[in-house]
Structures are given as C-alpha cells and as structure tokens.
C-alpha cells in the first residue's frame, strides 16, 4: 500500500511537470512585436520665424522716399533694397518669368485681380500689420482684392496730360495727342506712357469708347489713333517724362499726376490737366509674391505696419505727392496737398474717370497691338 501510495505520488508528480511544461509552452495572447529599445524622444523645440535681414522691394521709380528705409532698418534692423519697374506688364511678365527674391511688389488694381487669379500672391497675415486700421474704409473691400487678403492699398492717382503752362496752351482734349496740329509749338515735343494699357485707355477714352474694351474694331480704331501720335511724339516714356519736362526739353505729356506734381520742385510752370474726353483713375498696392520665405514674409508684413504709421503714410505723399488711402496719415498733411484738385480731383473730374480693368483673353490683343503700334514708321 504505502508502495502504491509513493508510485501514485511519482506518476503525479510528473504529470504535474509535463502540464506546466505544456501550460508555458501555448502561446495565450496574440503575438506582439519584438519590442526594441526606442531612444527618448527629444521634443522639437517650438521654430520661431524669425525675419529675413535684408528685402528686396520691387517698385516704381521715385515712388518712396529713400529715407522711409533707413528709419525702418534703425527701427527693426532690416534692410530694404529696391529694384525698379516701369509698367504692370514689365512686373507680370518678370514674376511669371519665375523671377524670385522680391518681397514686395506694387502691382496696380487690375494687375492685383490677375495676380491673385494665378495664385501668385500670398495671403497676408492681418495680425501682423495692426496699423491696417489706419486705411480710410473706402480702400477696404475694392474689386480686386475684398478684405485686404492680398495687399495693402499704396497710393492712388489720375492719368491725364502734363505740360508747361506758358509755352502752350492748356490741353483741353486728348486730340493733342491723337489728332496733332503739325504747326503746335508741342509737336514733336511730347512723349507717351510706355504701357499699353495705359495708352489704349487714352485713346479709348478719345475715341469715347471704353477703356477696357474687347471689341476688335474699337480695338483697330484706338490702334490707328496711337500710330497718328506717333508723328508728334518724342518717344515712350515712364521713368524720365516728368525731367524732360521739367528741364523744357518736352513741352507736353501723357503721364500720372504725382509725377509731375514733383516735377513742380524743379520747374514752377509745370501742370496737369485731365482731358474733356476722361482719364484713368488707379490705386497703386504693395503685395508679397506667393514664393517668399516665411523668414521675408515676416520682414515684408513688418514693413507693411510701418509704412501704414500715419507719419509715415504721410512721408510718403509728402514725397511722391500722390494721394494716400491712408485716413491717419491725412492728420500730418498740409491742408494745401488735401486741397489741391490735381492730387484729390473734384467728384465732376471723377466722374470722367475709368479704372483699367483685367479683360481675360483680350489682354493678349492689347499686347500683339501694341507692339503694332511700337512697330509702325
Ligand atoms: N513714379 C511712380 C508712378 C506710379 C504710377 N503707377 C500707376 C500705374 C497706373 N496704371
């Protein structure tokens, strides 16, 4: 019995054993990835965007006062650098050319709609520029660019026809240029915008038709009107009309109001008129192209806040004399720039106005005949 007893103990001892063998040897969860040692995750530390040293700021020529850019760099400890253009199609065609580095453009109204509708503006961010309070609320939610999203209005103008008061009768209608009278003291003395857009406006609103016209024969009629100027002209210009003026070696010219406004400082005889017939009324803004670093977006917004200060808004009139839609920047204006009806024409002459505005696929026929125009003897 008690050999019983110790033969059924051994036989349970062992299948005890085998049972907790077999007990370890099933798997009882689903199986898990070999763990690895993983290192310590260091945490990223928070990238702050600090701004780009230097910019570069593509604008019209004699359009800010150089010294806006020193005060910015006491101010902030960047520096602008400015490139120069001369017209909307010469900034276009440069940036769809894929030229890249400017943080700042100054591209007109229409020329904004065009930029935006080809993705080629980046969207602002308002927090950074507070001073936008400063805009008068009419320039807040234009055609092109509702909000501000894109751009900050700049300046605005007129284009009429400059010329010294003296030498020639006051030019009372666009047939100056488009029907010349051989035997005026001004034939041959005078220049027109190199701008396509701006010279078929001027012989558009001539001819009494509109200035964004996409009907061919129109088109051909203001065509035709450009190449009778042609005679009477000295030659296309944009950047020097207003000196070759001021210095009576031109007597008369198709250009914008503040241009020659400044010109006065040379020479006291020089005027501006806009025809019977209309003109073009624009408002110039200041946009950062789409392929900015983060690094010069930031440097561009900053000097976006500054030039909306109401002192420097009105440095900026002070020197370009043209009209600011800066409502802030009025207060440190003289009341004889607010005044004087060549800078802030009275509704009567605003009424005659037109914007240029995009025409699409036209814009092409604008280009192909002007280069018509440039071509004809
Ligand atoms: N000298 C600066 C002149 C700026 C004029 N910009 C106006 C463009 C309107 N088409």
């Known amino acids: ?13 062992v299948l005890g054993l085998l049972l907790s063998a077999c007990a370890k040897a099933t798997p009882t969860a689903a199986p898990q990835p ?47 650098v400015e490139d120069n253009f001369s017209s909307n199609e010469e900034l276009l065609a440069k940036l769809q050319g894929g030229a890249t580095g400017y943080a700042l453009i100054v591209p007109s109204d229409y020329t904004v709609k065009i930029m935006i509708d080809q993705n080629m503006l980046a969207p602002l961010d308002q927090d950074k520029i507070p001073n936008l309070k400063n805009l008068a609320e009419r320039f ?44 005026a003291p001004y034939y041959g003395r005078m220049t027109m915008l190199d701008d396509a857009r701006e010279a078929f406006a001027a012989a558009l609103i001539y001819l009494g038709y509109d200035a964004n016209t996409t009907d061919e024969k129109q ?20 950047d020097t009309y207003e000196d070759l003026l001021a ?17 006065q400082e040379e020479n006291e005889n020089i005027a501006y008129t806009i025809p019977k017939e209309g003109g073009v009324i624009w408002v110039d803004n200041v946009c950062i192209p789409a392929t900015v670093t983060p690094e010069q977006k930031l440097a561009a917004e900053m000097f976006l806040d500054f030039i909306l200060r109401p002192d420097i808004g009105a440095m900026i009139s002070e020197f370009n004399y043209y009209a600011t839609p ?13 005044n004087d009806p060549a800078v802030y024409p009275p509704q009567k002459v605003l009424d005659r106005l037109q914007f240029i505005k995009p025409v699409g696929d036209a814009e092409a026929n604008y280009q192909r005949m002007w280069d018509e125009v440039k071509a004809a003897p």
């Open 326 to 338: 800066n409502k802030a920047a009025e207060a440190n204006l003289d009341a004889d720039f607010l």
């Open 140 to 183: 807040r939610n234009l055609y092109y660019d509702p909000g501000n999203k894109y751009c900050i209005p700049y300046q605005w103008g007129t284009t009429g026809i400059g010329y010294l008061d003296g030498q020639v009768d006051k030019p009372e209608s666009w047939s100056v240029l488009f029907d010349p009278d051989p035997n």
């Open 247 to 263: 210095s009576g070696e031109n007597l008369m010219a198709h250009g914008w109001n503040g241009d020659f406004l400044q010109a």
């Open 34 to 80: 070999e763990k690895t040692e993983q290192p310590q995750a260091t945490e990223a530390p928070a990238t702050e965007v600090q701004p780009a040293k230097e910019i570069v700021f593509y604008n019209w020529s004699e359009y800010i006062d150089p010294e806006i850019y020193t005060l910015f760099e006491k101010e902030t400890g960047i520096k602008v």
């Open 219 to 238: 088109l051909e009629e203001a065509k035709q009107a450009l190449i009778r100027a042609k005679a009477a002209l000295s030659g296309y210009d944009s």
């Open 1 to 13: 019995m008690k050999r019983y007893t110790l033969l059924l103990l051994s036989v349970l001892l």
